[in-house]
């Protein structure tokens, strides 16, 4: 699964440095995560570290990016190959 921000966001700028795989940015209007960029943090953290730390609870699972935790892990690895780690 990836996930998404809403339009709920208040653009208060706490998600963006959270994200360990750089998929969280700025769009037109208020931040948006890259679902093929997105692990929600499978290989880095327990927990979505971004869900953590929004205040106003506006980060669900992407519905068109339903996938395991497996295939996360894929992403998380292929991520890591791109940044030469």
Do not use: W
């Not at 931040?31 to 869900?51: A, K």
């Amino acid at each position: 699964m990836a996930l998404m921000i809403t339009d709920e966001c208040i653009n208060c700028d706490v998600c963006e440095p959270e994200c360990p795989n750089d998929a969280i940015s700025m769009g037109e209007d208020y931040y948006e995560i890259d679902p093929h960029r997105c692990t929600e943090c499978v290989g880095h953290f327990d927990e979505p570290q971004c869900v953590q730390i929004c205040p106003v609870a506006c980060i669900p699972v992407h519905p068109d990016f339903q996938e395991d935790k497996p295939t996360l892990m894929q992403r998380y690895v292929r991520l890591q190959t791109e940044k030469g780690l």
